[in-house]
């Protein structure tokens, strides 16, 4: 049987979740026997964690460290498509099915994994398309950054907070303000005895928090400004005001390919344990898209990916006893610079610790060595 004739097994994303999967797949797959197929808008995946520090400055060359072009993890053992599927059609009868992607392509697959990941608020939704945009992208942050005095960013959730520790590593004099509709800072998962001590890390490198308010309308970056009101009629001084607000899903394909029904409430798909999507054997869905009570965090994606790529193999290899996601432990380094910031370890009731710890773990290299080797790179 030729290449072109084998059956794919097809991925869909290349996020945390999309870009681990695919990699095992790479390895793992017989490929006299299977396709490998990954379809992406973008011809690289990215390595979240680290991209605060790349929006501010070029510190340590992350950007060509952490924007990893596909084609370097698959290393020809699976086809890349760049373009974004825009529907999903199951052939209920037989299995299987087509996926449509933008660029005009119609794709069989045998067997799909769909992680479309997440909608981000700037400055970290990066653009679809050449990598040519990534580079002007930053640029532009880079430059707003670099000539603004006052800063607001609105939203202080983990991006912000770290955004905010970056900015202040690099620029020591510029007055940076985080605005958060909560009483403290992060979401209210996580302990107060651990959000204060963020807060109060922060606050001690003269980092301001206005809290208990709302910025709804978020100035371009361009444009000239003197202040900013929150939703209460308070006035901030600012000349640059960032969105760094939390994320939402992105399940436009799944709703519009399987209805709003596949949908829970708050817009995440509906998965059984084994991360099938239900009533479908052959369409398994990962990532911080799925329907599961726990923190979205990217290294959680890469434990549903070992689930998900364990139950595509048991399937084509005709094993019935598959794989049952059961949750990943919680913990959170909130990173203050490449110095700091402050840990929350879920154990006997929450432990909380501080610049060392969180230095070591993830502030000084913001564990892209790990995650590269991860790909083999």
């Known amino acids: ?17 999309g870009t681990s999967a695919a990699y095992q797949l790479a390895q793992k797959l017989d490929a006299t026997k299977y396709n490998l197929v990954v379809i992406n808008p973008r011809p690289y995946t990215i390595f979240y964690p680290a991209t605060a520090r790349a929006v501010v400055s070029d510190r340590d060359n992350l950007r060509e460290q952490i924007f990893i072009p596909i084609e370097d993890f698959l290393r020809g053992k699976g086809r890349f498509v760049l373009g974004k599927v825009t529907r999903v059609e199951p052939n209920q009868k037989e299995g299987g099915g087509t996926v449509t992607v933008s660029n005009g ?29 990534l580079d002007a992208y930053l640029s532009v942050y880079r430059e707003a950054i ?19 520790g970056e900015i202040r590593d690099v620029y020591p004099d510029k007055q940076i303000t985080l605005v958060q509709g909560s009483n403290l800072p992060l979401n209210d998962f996580y302990p107060n005895k651990y959000r204060t001590a963020v807060l109060k ?22 444009e000239d400004i003197k202040d900013v009101r929150t939703r209460s009629g308070k ?19 799944i709703s519009d390919s399987f209805g709003a029904d596949a949908l829970t409430s708050s817009g995440h798909v509906k998965v059984e ?44 290899n005709g094993q019935k006893n598959l794989k049952r996601y059961s949750g990943s432990p919680e913990f959170l380094f909130v990173t203050n610079g490449k110095n700091g910031g402050v840990t929350y ?5 929450g432990i ?21 080797g991860a790909l083999g790179l």
């Not at 392509?105 to 945009?133: C, E, K, M, Q």
């Not at 006035?235 to 394909?253: H, K």
């Not at 369409?283 to 979205?296: L, S, T």
């Open 352 to 372: 909380v610790l501080g610049d060392w710890v969180t230095r070591m773990a993830k502030s000084k290299t913001l564990i892209v060595p790990t995650a590269r």
């Open 273 to 316: 344990s084994t991360l099938q999507l239900p009533g479908h054997k052959d369409i398994f869905v990962m990532g911080d898209v799925i329907d599961w009570k726990e923190q979205k965090q990217a290294f959680k994606a890469g434990n549903h990916a070992a689930v998900v790529v364990a139950n595509v193999l048991a399937l084509i």
């Open 235 to 253: 006035s901030i001084t600012a000349d640059l005001v960032i969105s760094t607000r939390g994320q939402r899903p992105n399940t436009e394909l």
């Open 146 to 164: 670099k000539n603004a005095e006052k800063i607001v960013l609105v939203g202080a959730g983990a991006v912000g907070l770290e955004l905010a």
């Open 201 to 222: 890390s922060f606050q001690k490198r003269k980092i301001e928090f206005v809290l208990d308010e709302y910025v709804d309308d978020i100035p371009a970056l361009d």
């Open 105 to 133: 392509d119609t794709i069989p697959y045998h067997t799909i994994l769909l992680s479309p990941g997440v909608i981000w608020d700037n400055p970290i939704r990066f653009p679809d398309g050449a990598t040519s945009g």
């Open 1 to 17: 049987m030729s290449k072109k004739t084998l059956p794919n097994i097809v991925v869909v994303g290349s996020g945390s979740a």
């Open 345 to 349: 370890l879920n154990f006997f009731g």
